[in-house]
């Protein structure tokens, strides 16, 4: 298998599970705990965008020609903010509503996105002398813990 057809089944299994934990929980009013978790996921979202450049941006762990590496703002502390940041809306959703089958899917998409985040260093550590630094410097998704 290529290397750009593993990123692509990646990049579709975190929608697919991504999809299915959004309706499997349905058009119910969650609970503020539950939202402010999903919230507090999207603002480090956002975060995070303004922190990245839109020529690194890339949704599949591909690294851009050109791509210049980041390591401020979100950055600083951990190597894939925006997966860190899927992870905890969705762990909103989970919260919802939870189940053995949302949380389920959740270690799944969690398990996509470290396998994504994986793929990524070792792109980087090929293309960059400075990313080996960098990632002893940072935690991967989880900042200061993992």
């Not at 303004?50 to 020529?55: D, G, I």
Request: with cysteine; charged share 10%; net charge positive.
């Amino acid at each position: 298998m290529t290397s750009k057809i593993y990123s692509y089944i990646l990049v579709s299994l975190q929608f697919i599970f991504i999809a299915i934990l959004v309706l499997h929980h349905g058009l119910h009013t969650p609970s503020n705990f539950a939202l402010l978790i999903f919230f507090a996921g999207s603002g480090f979202g956002l975060y995070t965008l303004k922190c990245n450049t839109l020529s690194n941006f890339n949704i599949t762990p591909e690294i851009k020609q050109n791509a210049s590496l980041i390591t401020t703002g979100a950055y600083r502390y951990i190597r894939h903010p925006m997966y860190f940041s899927v992870l905890v809306m969705m762990l909103g959703v989970v919260v919802s509503e939870p189940s053995l089958l949302s949380l389920f899917i959740y270690v799944l998409l969690v398990v996509t996105l470290f396998l994504k985040a994986y793929k990524e260093e070792m792109l980087w550590m090929v293309q960059s002398s400075e990313y080996r630094n960098y990632r002893q410097q940072t935690k991967r998704i989880i900042p200061f813990v993992l």
